[in-house]
């Protein structure tokens, strides 16, 4: 008992000395950018370190977190990307803003039309309730792959993709061929508002990709194309008429792709389809209001929150309330799960080399803007709870990085 009682000591105070030890470091740090930190463990529910806590962020795309939690408490665990109506000889889909068709992700309704003898038909009039480009989002970025436009019926992620091959550049969807242009004067990739693509030698290495103006009509000529069959689209169908939802992907693929390659347009997506499941249109303010009222009223700082994605420069929120949401996550959503779709932390520079990853985070960044929030395993075996954010800095993204991997680090050996 007493060996019991001294070895318990011992790792009290060795985590004490740690927690003083990385407060020192903070309060010494002499930066003209602002940082801000917690350290929390899940267990005793206290703070080990905070350092700005409680000040107000850029989150960028650890903003996917949030948008994570809300559509794992309202979606289920598969999604439908249309709602179909079948009769003897037609097959009348409604698109629903579900993000992975045609996008690299495992979807069964592909398969389903490509299979039907029924003539396919495409309801028009159907639209998302927001703009295709959310609040706060900086407008000269309409032609680059991370803002690809909100939409009812998204494909390809609403990209194309352009290449190098055999001295040649080509475009794909191959819809698209006719309006990609060789330029050796144009400096951007595509109109403001027409699906006119440019192209510099120089400029392309291998491949780009490149966001497209979307329309209903288009997107059901793109499935056509790919399942080989003509998509018509259908004005109106009866007031009466009963659409059925066909289940055709899994939630936790979209979820894995949204978190591990940080893809701003699924994230877009799914606070849409959350809205519309909520009977609130495809609104992403509604999404917002939901989750903050209904699962996060409690949160210690009341944040800004606009958008799915992080683009937003709008969005606040503070070191406390990242803790405060990763908490209830661990809290509710099995680890297996949870450290799935979150994406292993293994090649900071700083970090430990382990055959076991013991990072599992979402990061965000964005111009002078460099975050990380999740989970941390120290050598003892328990799991703590970290924000790290950094706004407003002039180092390259690398010194941060590294700052960031020597701190995980440290807290992997000393706690």
Known sequence: MKKIVIIIAAFLLQSCGASYQLKHKLQKEKNNYFKGFVLYNPETKKNLVSYNADSYFLPASTTKLFTFYTAYNVLADSLATFDMYENDKELVLKPKAEPSLLYGIPNKSLAYLKDTKKQIYVLDKQHIDDSKFGSGW????????????????????????????????????????????????????????????????????????????????????????????????????????????????????????????????????????????????YATAAAIKYILQEKLANLPQKPRWVDGSGLSRYNLFSPNDMVFLLDKMQAEIPRDYLFDVLKPI?????????????????????????NLCGYVQTKSGK?????????????????????????????????
């Open 138 to 281: 900086a407008w000269d970025d309409f032609e680059y792959d991370y803002q690809a436009e909100k939409s009812i019926f998204p494909v390809y992620g609403n990209l194309v993709t352009i290449l190098r091959y055999n001295k040649g550049t080509y475009i794909k969807p191959a819809y698209f061929r006719g309006d990609l242009q060789d330029t050796t004067t144009v400096n951007y990739y595509r109109d403001l508002t027409k699906n006119k693509f440019y192209i510099k030698s120089s400029r392309l290495k291998d491949s780009v990709q490149v966001p497209f103006v979307s329309s209903l009509p288009q997107s059901a000529f793109l499935l056509g194309e790919a399942i080989n069959k003509m998509i018509f689209i259908k004005d109106a169908m009866p007031i009466n008429t009963v659409f059925k939802p066909y289940k055709s992907v899994k939630t936790r693929d979209v979820y894995r792709k949204m978190l591990h390659k940080s893809d701003n347009f699924i994230a877009e997506q799914l606070l849409l389809m959350v809205s519309k499941k909520l009977d609130s249109g």
């Open 346 to 370: 293994t090649k900071l520079k700083g970090m430990e080399a382990s055959s076991n990853p013991y990072v599992y985070a979402k990061s965000g960044s964005m111009s002078n803007n460099r």
């Open 383 to 415: 799991w703590l709870i970290f924000s790290i954010m950094n706004n407003h800095f002039k180092k390259k993204n690398s010194e941060i990085n590294a700052e960031m991997g020597e701190l995980l680090n440290f807290i992997h050996k000393k706690f």
